[in-house]
């Protein structure tokens, strides 16, 4: 087997066992990236050559014993919203295009003192507002298992980096679905975690009271590991939470005997395809055979979710992007005559369509004379939301939906059309709006011979319940083993 | 009509710095001045990423504020944004609080001619500083320095309980005193860490619904802020007289050409779009909290005051002036410890301190000595040391070039002469050098003697015993009838 098909846990297996080096695991990604980038363009920032450089050095102080360690010398790949000092965080934003971010985020401390090796950041939809990642300032990311398709989005480039062997893992951004949706389009693994759990310090918001960092990953066990290195209380994010440290990897037992899965029938309504449905209904059936118990329920307040979302999400970004504004980093237009006019060049010049329809979105809703009608009353709904998911978890263990209603899209084919985007989300946004975890892992190709997802939902900070659910169903449908990205199409 | 047919209906926003060490939601010094942007990091920077953690301190010193000001303290509360763009406000919007302050419905006592009256304050919310543009003269633009970017506030918000531009500046006093007190700002308003926006209306007095009314920003002297009001109540009046209207507008007062000036910039109504940060969770404060502070609380101006009337015999009228500020009565207490005369402590601090600090425009905080030397000082007089007429030049000392009065005295040469020989030999010089006053006294002018007391401390220049020589004089006078 290639040393990039291998999964992270299998990487430290040979490590330990001295069948491979770290620098032969960073060439042969290298390697890689230097063979797929040009199909699937999934890096805003490559390191290669640092990469190469920084194996050496981890290989010597290795052999001397001077570093241990699980994971020196692992390759990770990191979404462009990610700051990394010394490296550019663009955001996949014209705004940040030469920004060069003067301090680490948390969770790349946490991956730097252990050793990782970074390959590169990720392309995005521009500020992880997207789900295509068509809205990058920079290039469209394609979908490794058709190149002719979007790898979902925003973290599209987190997910066919990791897809197309391109970096063992990579971290992603989650706001509204920005992990699992494009995990899904890909084929791979993505956790969005509780809100609370990964500290946000660092990770350029979109929407503060949404976003949160999560892994996207080859399966479930290499899922954990990751959730491992990021997770924990951070005193500079007064919104993460404090509790005690957790092996996630202790969790996967293998084994759904007796589990409660609550299956929404919302989210298998119209809207959703009707390939997806019937894959999904066969997982169900698979769920059955291993031992679990599967009750249909309804949760009728998700129709409202959507729409709570974006006016939420939007509200929240047009503050959180007041501070590209030309003045002390960032895109500054070359001329203008007063200071109303620097604002307003650098802003429209600087962010693209999407971004400005957001933020415009959100002057509105927080409006006074709106503020109430829109802002007010989502965040009514909000609670509501939270309350419904509230009173599920008191039934069942796990949620069972679709990631997407549909498997990955076209290149361009949404891309004019705004509402039609947003409802590539519909899945996935309620998650958001109760801070619950959610993962999404790939359970099916459909007639297209792309890879369908499967989401599975948990309550509060009980990420252990839909990981082990995942792995299970994952040891059961073996997905990785049987398909593999073919890089079909592509005009290249 | 006239003047006197018109109330005057002011309303105060008054912005204190809290005197915290770090700023409010990073670990940068709050300290004043220092090279631009030097008391900066990412957070206050406003990078992107960066998340705000709200310090624990500025709560627990706009609690004591709002204790102080007999406010009820919120068990809940939270912090909200206010978006506008500005280039000193590097996030573009400023957390502050809107709906849920820290503190709510309280009041504070002023002295008005008509006796005690209360203001009423609607609230106290705490918030953060912007930064400071300053002009470049070298490129002719504006430069950014964020120092300031961060510095805890607390916003003191009164009712429109102010009918005149005097019970502004005693009620902006009595804030500035209790804030003092309570060592939750150093409230220097000349670097701006105290200043206030008012807000003036008038109305005739047989009208119910108030006028229209304007804002002044920013106002940081007890002088500009009479001269502001005096002035803008004159112009609405006038407005007003001649069958105009107010606009409800933002105005900047000048204090060179002593007028105010509508501030164009201001285009619409800002509609700053205040949200619930997201980034900050709520305040919750327990009972037992609200009970520790409330007992560490300080004493106030007020009860010190009751106290010098009591234990010391103080006027009221001094007691008020030395209570005004805690660094006078800090003074003041610490040299009774030295000196246990309080009395002339009062004497010292009223007339001769007091003055001092008017010539030359002087906060009380700004005094260089202690009152371990000023208490020494009264020693030294009280024992017949030094005269009190040295002592006022002690006094000057103290004020150019602190230290121990004991070494300026021997240091300067000031050390009374109360030797019985040396005194003689001054009287006797002095008598025979003005025969006339010898005469005159004789013929019973009483005055003469005072003069020829005059002449003898001319003579030792101040230094000699006043009380020896005038025993002496008389004596002398009195042997020759």
């Known amino acids: 087997m290639e040393i990039t098909e291998l999964t992270v846990h299998e990487l430290q297996e040979k490590l330990k066992n001295k069948e491979l080096t770290i620098t032969e695991i960073t060439k042969a990604y290298v390697n890689r990236i230097n063979e797929k980038e040009k199909d699937v363009d999934a890096f805003v920032t490559t390191l290669t050559e640092e990469a190469l450089q920084k194996a050496e050095e981890l290989q010597s102080k290795m052999n001397s014993g001077e570093i241990t360690g699980d994971f020196a010398g692992i390759p990770i790949g990191i979404k462009d919203n990610i700051c990394t000092k010394g490296i550019k965080t663009t955001c996949s934003s014209r705004m940040l295009e030469n920004f060069v971010s003067p301090y680490n985020a948390t969770v790349m401390e946490k991956i730097n003192s252990e050793n990782l090796i970074n390959l590169g950041k990720l392309n995005m939809d521009e500020f992880a507002m997207g789900s295509s990642t068509e809205y990058s300032y920079f290039k469209t990311t394609k979908n490794p298992w058709n190149l002719n398709k979007v790898p979902g989005g925003s973290s599209g480039g987190s997910a066919a980096a990791v897809a197309a062997n391109m970096v063992p893992w990579a971290l992603g951004s989650d706001t509204g679905g920005s992990i699992r949706q494009p995990a899904s389009f890909c084929g791979v693994v993505g956790l969005k975690p509780t809100y609370g759990l990964i500290s946000r310090y660092g990770l350029v918001a979109f929407a503060s009271s949404l976003d949160q960092i999560g892994p996207i990953t080859k399966d479930v066990k290499d899922c954990c590991m990751l959730l491992n290195l990021i997770a924990g209380h951070d005193e500079k994010d007064t919104t993460s939470e404090d509790m005690p440290k957790k092996d996630y990897t202790k969790c996967l037992k293998n084994d759904v005997k007796g589990l409660k899965i609550g299956v929404p029938k919302e989210f298998f309504g119209d809207g959703i395809n009707q390939e997806v449905k019937t894959r999904l209904e066969n997982i169900i059936e698979e769920y059955k055979n291993l031992g679990a118990e599967i009750e249909e329920f309804s949760l009728d307040i998700a129709q409202y979710a959507l729409a709570t979302y974006y006016i939420i999400a939007c509200a929240e970004a047009s503050s959180n992007l007041g501070r590209f504004d030309g003045i002390r980093y960032g895109y500054r237009t070359p001329e203008f005559s007063n200071l109303k006019e620097l604002y307003k060049k650098s802003r429209s010049e600087g962010f693209g369509e999407e971004v400005k329809r957001r933020i415009i979105l959100g002057t509105y809703v927080l409006s006074s004379g709106y503020y109430d009608a829109y802002y007010k009353k989502a965040q009514q709904v909000r609670t509501l939301v939270m309350n419904e998911f509230d009173k599920a978890f008191e039934k069942y263990d796990v949620i069972l939906t679709p990631t997407a209603p549909t498997g990955a899209f076209d290149i361009g084919e949404k891309s004019n059309n705004p509402l039609e985007m947003y409802l590539a989300d519909i899945c996935t946004v309620s998650v958001n709006i109760a801070g619950l975890p959610a993962i999404s892992i790939p359970v099916a190709l459909n007639s297209e011979g792309m890879p369908v997802g499967m989401q599975l939902i948990g309550n509060r900070f009980k990420e252990e319940t839909i990981l082990n659910a995942a792995y299970t169903i994952e040891k059961k449908l073996k997905f990785r083993e049987k398909y593999k990205p073919e890089f079909k199409g592509g005009a290249k | ?481």
């Open chain 2, 1 to 481: 009509m006239s003047r006197s047919d018109y109330e005057v209906i002011i309303g105060l926003e008054v912005h204190a710095e809290l005197s915290t060490k770090t700023k409010i939601f990073c670990s940068c010094p709050t300290e004043f001045g220092g090279a631009p942007n030097t008391h900066t990091c990412p957070i206050c920077m406003a990078m992107p990423g960066t998340l705000p953690v709200l310090n624990e301190k500025v709560v627990e010193y706009a609690v004591k504020a709002g204790l102080a000001t007999n406010c009820e303290i919120s068990r809940n509360s939270k912090n909200d944004r206010k978006n506008y763009y500005y280039p000193d406000l590097p996030k573009s919007y400023q957390i502050s609080q809107f709906d849920q302050p820290l503190c709510e419905h309280g009041y504070v006592e002023i002295e008005t001619e008509e006796g005690k009256k209360k203001i009423r304050l609607t609230r106290i919310h705490i918030e953060e500083d912007a930064g400071k543009l300053n002009h470049d003269d070298f490129g002719g633009g504006s430069l950014v320095d964020l120092n300031r970017a961060g510095v805890p506030l607390i916003e003191i918000v009164s009712e429109p309980d102010i009918r005149s531009a005097q019970e502004a500046e005693a009620y902006m006093r009595k804030l500035k005193s209790i804030l003092e007190y309570i060592e939750v700002s150093d409230c220097k308003m000349q670097e701006g860490s105290l200043r206030a926006d008012v807000n003036v209306s008038v109305k005739k007095k047989t009208d119910t619904k108030l006028g229209t009314r304007t804002e002044m920003k920013n106002m940081n002297s007890f002088r500009s802020i009479v001269r502001a009001i005096e002035y803008e109540v004159e112009r609405q009046i006038d407005v007003l007289e001649d069958g105009g209207k107010i606009d409800q507008e933002t105005l900047r007062w000048d204090d060179v050409s002593g007028k105010t000036f509508s501030m164009r910039d201001k285009e619409d109504a800002q509609d700053y779009r205040y949200f619930p940060d997201p980034d900050l969770v709520a305040i919750k404060l327990s009972e037992e909290y609200i009970e520790n502070i409330k007992n560490t609380l300080p004493e106030l101006p007020e009860s010190r005051k009751q106290r010098y009337l009591e234990q010391y015999n103080l006027s009221e009228k001094d007691a008020n002036i030395i209570t005004a500020s805690k660094y006078l009565s800090d003074l003041f207490e610490s040299a009774i410890e030295v000196c246990n005369n309080p009395k002339a402590v009062n004497n010292w601090i009223i007339s001769d301190i007091s003055r001092i600090l008017n010539e030359t425009e002087t906060e009380p905080i700004a005094i260089p000595f202690d009152g371990n030397q000023l208490g020494k000082l009264v020693v030294l007089i009280d024992k017949g040391t030094i005269s009190s007429s040295i002592g006022k030049k002690v006094l000057e000392e103290l004020f150019e070039n602190p230290r121990d009065p004991e070494d300026i005295i021997k240091e300067k040469g000031w050390i009374q002469i109360s030797d019985e020989g040396a005194i003689k030999e001054v009287v006797s010089k002095i008598l025979e050098a003005n025969p006339q006053s010898v005469a005159d006294f004789r013929a019973g002018k009483d005055r003469a003697l005072g003069f020829l007391v005059g002449q003898a401390m001319k003579e030792t220049k101040g230094k000699a015993n006043p009380k020896m020589l005038n025993e002496m004089f008389l004596e002398e006078l009195k042997r020759g009838i």
